[in-house]
């Protein structure tokens, strides 16, 4: 990104609100993956929110979720799901921000009509760090 271009969306806000789109997306991505399995109505469910929010950003979004994916599923094998969470709950500054991440996870969680445990965990750690 240009020096100047940078500027710009900081005084905008749009920077700070990338990033926190960014970790927002990482999180639905690693609650559609937590469980060991994609279903397509978790996949919908982040479809749709894609669809809804505005991406600025030089990385596009089908790459950066394709980064995304691997990330989640390292820190599934690493099982580093404390950490994972925990690292993206620290960006996400407002509120509205935090709100539609607990959303996002539940609703991502609940799509596929089973609330897995590995699900579950994964939502106490999510609210633990957004509460």
Do not use: P
């Not at 996870?105 to 445990?117: K, P, T």
């Amino acid at each position: 990104m240009r020096f100047d271009k940078f500027l710009r969306t900081l005084d905008m806000g749009d920077c700070e609100d990338q990033i926190q789109r960014e970790a927002l997306l990482e999180i639905a991505i690693f609650f559609m993956v937590v469980d060991g399995t994609v279903d397509a109505a978790e996949e919908e469910v982040i479809r749709n929110w894609l669809a809804e929010i505005e991406w600025n950003s030089d990385i596009s979004v089908q790459d950066f979720y394709t980064n995304g994916m691997h990330k989640a599923n390292n820190a599934i094998e690493q099982q580093d799901l404390e950490h994972f969470i925990a690292h993206r709950s620290s960006q996400l500054l407002d509120d509205d921000f935090k709100t539609n991440a607990l959303k996002l996870a539940d609703e991502i969680a609940s799509a596929d009509g089973i609330i897995d445990d590995k699900e579950k965990v994964a939502l106490d750690i999510l609210k633990s760090y957004l509460n």
